[in-house]
């Protein structure tokens, strides 16, 4: 069974329609790439997915079981199983908390593990994503955009998910940060991680990506 199953999507703004009629299947260690031009619901239909904004039309199962039609407080269980990295780390990132308190509050919020077993698995994400453990003591505010994108991903990875949705993952970084960040991607992919990841850039999207949705 396939871990994602999207039928028929859609979403409405007003009186016009962002998208409709959207159908797909993601399976494990799969990648999407979502593709369009701006304004063509790529996000939306991303936070569609996670269960940030209600569908008009259709549903998202995980798992072959509900999720769109849930309330937040009946998601919550299964939040787990499907984790996001958002376009701008450092918007999305809490600006007055350490990477220790970033990377830990998944934990914590889940009730998993003790003060010094959550520890452990930071230390352990940070190594896993290439974050210097040194920097963790610090605060958003003092990383580059490369160690903010990392610190992004080893929050969405903290819960062990089945699917990660990525929104423009490599647009802020530069060619050589971009690249490290994509290899670490594949190690995942090839790990049994599915990925959702929403790009304007052809080339990641060719050497991540097994599918192309067109928006």
Same mark, same amino acid.
């Given at each position: 069974m396939s871990l994602l199953q999207v039928h028929e999507l859609g979403v409405q703004r007003k009186d016009r329609w962002v998208f409709r009629n959207l159908s797909f299947e993601l399976a494990g260690g799969e990648a999407l790439a979502i593709t369009g031009p701006s304004g063509a619901g790529? +996000?939306?239909? =991303?936070?569609?997915?996670?269960?940030?904004?209600? /569908?008009?039309?259709?549903? @998202? !199962?995980?798992? #072959?079981?509900?999720? *769109?039609?849930? +309330?937040?407080?009946q998601r919550r269980p299964r939040r787990n199983l499907i984790q996001a990295m958002f376009q701008d780390p450092l918007? *999305?990132?809490? /600006?007055? !908390? +350490?990477?220790?308190?970033?990377?830990?509050? /998944? =934990?914590?919020? $889940?009730?998993?593990?003790? #003060?010094? +077993?959550?520890?452990? %698995? @930071? !230390? %352990?994400?940070?190594? !896993? @994503?290439?974050? /210097?453990? %040194?920097?963790?003591?610090?605060r958003p505010a003092q990383w580059s955009g490369g160690l903010a994108q990392r610190l992004s991903l080893a929050r969405a990875l903290m819960l062990h998910p089945k699917i990660v949705a990525l929104d423009e993952p490599l647009s802020a970084l530069d060619p050589t940060? %971009? *690249? $490290?960040?994509?290899?670490?991607?594949l190690e995942l992919k090839a790990e049994g991680l599915a990925l959702l990841m929403v790009t304007h850039n052809p080339k990641a999207a060719t050497r991540l990506c097994d599918r192309t949705l067109q928006l």
């Open positions: 790529k +996000t939306t239909l =991303l936070w569609t997915i996670l269960g940030l904004l209600e /569908p008009n039309e259709g549903e @998202v !199962r995980l798992q #072959g079981e509900p999720w *769109s039609v849930l +309330t937040e407080a918007a *999305s990132l809490p /600006p007055h !908390r +350490t990477g220790w308190e970033i990377l830990e509050e /998944p =934990l914590v919020i $889940h009730q998993q593990g003790d #003060g010094a +077993t959550r520890k452990e %698995a @930071v !230390r %352990a994400m940070a190594a !896993r @994503v290439k974050f /210097p453990e %040194a920097c963790l003591a610090q940060l %971009a *690249s $490290h960040l994509l290899e670490l991607l």
